[in-house]
């Protein structure tokens, strides 16, 4: 409750864009009294707001915090008109695993797992997800999504080729996707997918889709092991993004995505924009499997999203996972 009007508030601050806004105005607006708006304007202060206040004008909102503040995310999803149902934790081990717990207790659907920071997150194959950075984002949406498996085949294809959509518009810059869960920039990683489903035979029970999205992070941040292989939306963009405002579009992005895809109305997108924002179209790549590497031709993904390689010798040889690397030409 206390969050929820203080996103309210907080909305009401976003919309008057910087100018000033009368407690008197706030307080009609949110159902509380004016001394109920000061009282929390002060607490918002003890949290990294900085607010001007200007006898009969009202206030302004000069500063906000840094890092990630659940009311003020929740502002921007209201500003968004996002009704995103939304968990946030300063600190969690996973948000794919805390986002199954939820699942587990029976939470309603769709809901987003937020976290300031993640002790244990998870990778791909098992690899841990570090992102010790708070000027980073690590998310899941969970689902229920009553579909059979076989469907989900491009499900966290589609969503990564989203987010990439949205992010290079809403942030001017130019991530590709790369095959089968990561966005690159300039060959670098700045985001990383993972999707968890638990099914019956015929039907999926739940599916939670995480994301970390490297928003930030300066290059010298980074472990010196990563450094070479990990970049960030301020450094492909060469300017820091407010982590509140990106992340209630990026929550906007995925839940529009996972809609359009649950209700089948994404084939076409797919087909069209895959391959203009392929890291890997027209390069020799080497597809990593349990069992050893096979080098070849990348000829690009088909409908069910496997990957096509073409063999030295001439051949074609299809991939439904594996981890690929760019070869030097
Ligand atoms: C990969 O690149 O191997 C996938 C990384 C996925 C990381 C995200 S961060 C949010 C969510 N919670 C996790 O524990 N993992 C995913």
């Excluded at 229920?144 to 499900?155: G, N, S």
């Excluded at 990106?246 to 797919?270: G, H, K, M, N, P």
């Excluded at 073409?310 to 439904?320: I, S, T, V, Y």
Aim: with cysteine; net charge negative.
């Amino acid at each position: 409750m206390g969050e929820v009007c203080d996103a309210d508030i907080l909305a009401a601050f976003l919309a008057a864009d910087g100018d000033y806004v009368s407690g008197a105005t706030i307080a009609e607006d949110t159902g509380v009294s004016r001394a109920a708006v000061w009282g929390r304007l002060e607490r918002l202060r003890t949290e990294g707001f900085a607010f001007e206040a200007v006898r009969n004008k009202g206030y302004r909102l000069e500063t906000t915090p840094e890092g990630l503040h659940p009311a003020l995310l929740g502002a921007h999803l209201l500003r968004l008109a996002c009704p995103a149902h939304l968990h946030y934790l300063a600190e969690t081990d996973s948000t794919n695993t805390q986002a199954e717990r939820l699942l587990a207790d029976g939470e309603h659907t769709p809901f987003v797992v937020v976290a300031g920071r993640q002790s244990a997150g998870r990778g791909r194959r098992g690899r841990a997800w570090f992102s010790e950075d708070p000027g980073n984002l690590t998310l899941s949406l969970a689902l229920r999504p009553q579909l059979p498996p076989v469907r989900m085949q491009t499900f966290t294809l589609w969503m990564g080729l989203s987010t990439c959509l949205a992010v290079n518009e809403l942030c001017g810059v130019d991530l590709k996707v790369k095959w089968p869960n990561d966005l690159h920039w300039e060959g670098k990683k700045v985001a990383g997918m993972l999707t968890e489903a638990r099914s019956d035979s015929e039907m999926l029970r739940d599916l939670v889709f995480g994301i970390g999205l490297n928003v930030n992070s300066l290059p010298e941040s980074f472990p010196p092991d990563v450094r070479p292989l990990a970049s960030s939306l301020r450094e492909a963009a060469g300017r820091p993004f407010d982590l509140n405002a990106t992340a209630a579009q990026l929550i906007v992005a995925l839940q529009r995505a996972s809609d359009a895809f649950l209700e089948d109305r994404y084939r076409e997108t797919f087909r069209e924009q895959w391959p203009c924002h392929d890291a890997l179209v027209g390069r020799p790549v080497t597809v990593s499997l349990t069992d050893g590497d096979i080098s070849g031709d990348y000829l690009g993904i088909d409908e069910t999203g496997t990957l096509r390689l073409r063999l030295p010798d001439g051949q074609e040889r299809l991939f439904a996972a594996g981890d690929v690397t760019l070869r030097k030409q």
